[in-house]
């Protein structure tokens, strides 16, 4: 299960905190900044990182699809993987964010967007 931001003594539960309590631990900003209506999937930074062989011996990292969880069926489709935001941001935490979180004031449209659940 992703993990939230926990709240300290100082944020309460009401409604201008509200955002905070959405953001989920590794998200670039606070939930909800960003475009109405948007997620994470949707950004151009949700993705995550895979290592492919270059010529000359060196490895590249490069971005790629989360993928789906288990095998598909025809009943039941698979939910989306989590992802990294990769944004450039100093003192990030490092952890998976489910594609359901709110957008960020940071949410760049991606050109290839996934769908959340693979049909079968």
């Known amino acids: 299960m992703a993990e939230h931001l926990l ?7 009401n409604e201008a905190h509200k ?13 909800g900044t960003g475009p109405e209506g948007k997620t994470c999937r949707e950004c151009i930074f949700w993705h ?18 989360p ?3 288990g095998k598909r069926h025809k009943k039941t489709p698979c939910e989306l993987k989590k992802a990294k935001c990769n944004r450039p941001i100093l003192n990030k ?5 489910p594609h359901t979180a ?19």
């Open 67 to 69: 993928g789906y969880f």
């Open 19 to 31: 955002p905070i309590s959405e953001t989920f631990l590794g998200q670039a900003h606070i939930a």
């Open 7 to 13: 709240f300290s003594q100082n944020l309460k539960g």
């Open 48 to 65: 995550v990182w895979k290592e492919r062989k270059v010529a000359g011996g060196g490895i590249e990292k490069i971005p790629a699809d």
């Open 93 to 97: 935490a490092n952890r998976l964010i």
């Open 102 to 120: 709110k957008a960020c004031r940071l949410f760049e449209s991606a050109e290839h967007v996934l769908p959340a659940k693979k049909g079968g």
